[in-house]
């Protein structure tokens, strides 16, 4: 095998993505369970951000994924350049027992992704707390009207308590990625 067929068969790519949406909507709480065991944060203070990685592999490709998670709101109004700086994707997450956590998806969080990440930039939507289902509020057919509405690459419900599609919304988010890099897997 040439070096050039090596390299083919191990492709590595370094994202930065953002998790997106008001507090206590459990952005913290998605990442960590997706991190498992593995967990590793290197906090920001003065960034007002959380910055997690991880590795995964999708076939033969291996993606290292930096991860940005506000750890407070407040300080975030004056860093937002420098969160959304690289970034390739964003999690758009609201809670289903909370009506303005999906309002404030379409007129904060993404046009703040749209100001900032202007080329490049997907993002998919995602309902959490699914496992709350006495408190839910917002019918998964609503998530669905958004994530078409604001053209999100993908619309999943998670619960980040129960562990329920953490893999499959991240996978989601990174191989629309890689797609938009024009990376065939
Ligand atoms: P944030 O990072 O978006 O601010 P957190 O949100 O991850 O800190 O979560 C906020 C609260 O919601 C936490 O509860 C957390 O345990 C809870 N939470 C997060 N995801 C889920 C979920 O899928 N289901 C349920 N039932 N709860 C969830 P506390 O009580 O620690 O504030
Ligand atoms: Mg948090």
Same mark, same amino acid.
């Given at each position: 095998?040439?070096?050039?067929?090596?390299?083919?068969?191990?492709? *590595?790519f370094? !994202?930065?993505?953002?998790?997106?949406g008001?507090?206590?909507?459990?952005?913290? /709480?998605?990442?960590?369970?997706?991190?498992?065991? /593995?967990?590793?944060?290197?906090?920001?203070?003065?960034?007002?951000?959380?910055?997690?990685?991880?590795?995964?592999?999708?076939?033969?490709? =291996?993606?290292? #994924?930096?991860?940005?998670?506000?750890?407070?709101?407040?300080?975030?109004?004056?860093?937002?350049?420098?969160?959304?700086?690289?970034?390739?994707?964003?999690?758009?997450?609201?809670?289903?027992?909370r !009506?303005?956590?999906?309002?404030?998806?379409?007129?904060?969080?993404?046009q703040?992704?749209? =100001? !900032?990440?202007?080329?490049?930039?997907?993002?998919?939507?995602?309902?959490?707390? /699914?496992? #709350?289902?006495?408190?839910?509020?917002?019918?998964t057919?609503?998530g669905?009207d958004?994530?078409?509405?604001?053209?999100?690459?993908?619309f999943? *419900?998670?619960?980040a308590?129960?562990?329920?599609?953490?893999?499959?919304?991240?996978?989601?988010?990174?191989?629309e990625?890689l797609?938009?890099?024009?990376?065939?897997?």
């Amino acid at each position: 095998m040439s070096n050039e067929e090596a390299n083919l068969d191990e492709r *590595e790519f370094v !994202y930065k993505i953002v998790i997106l949406g008001d507090a206590a909507v459990g952005k913290t /709480s998605l990442i960590s369970q997706f991190v498992e065991g /593995s967990f590793n944060e290197d906090y920001k203070p003065t960034l007002g951000a959380n910055i997690v990685r991880k590795d995964v592999n999708l076939n033969s490709t =291996k993606v290292r #994924l930096i991860m940005w998670d506000l750890a407070g709101q407040e300080k975030y109004q004056v860093v937002r350049s420098m969160y959304f700086q690289g970034c390739q994707g964003a999690l758009l997450v609201y809670d289903v027992t909370r !009506y303005n956590t999906l309002d404030n998806i379409n007129t904060k969080w993404l046009q703040d992704f749209k =100001k !900032y990440v202007k080329k490049k930039g997907v993002f998919i939507l995602i309902g959490n707390k /699914s496992d #709350l289902k006495d408190q839910r509020v917002i019918p998964t057919e609503k998530g669905k009207d958004m994530a078409s509405k604001i053209k999100a690459s993908h619309f999943i *419900e998670t619960s980040a308590k129960l562990g329920e599609n953490i893999e499959e919304a991240f996978s989601l988010l990174v191989q629309e990625i890689l797609g938009n890099h024009g990376v065939n897997l």
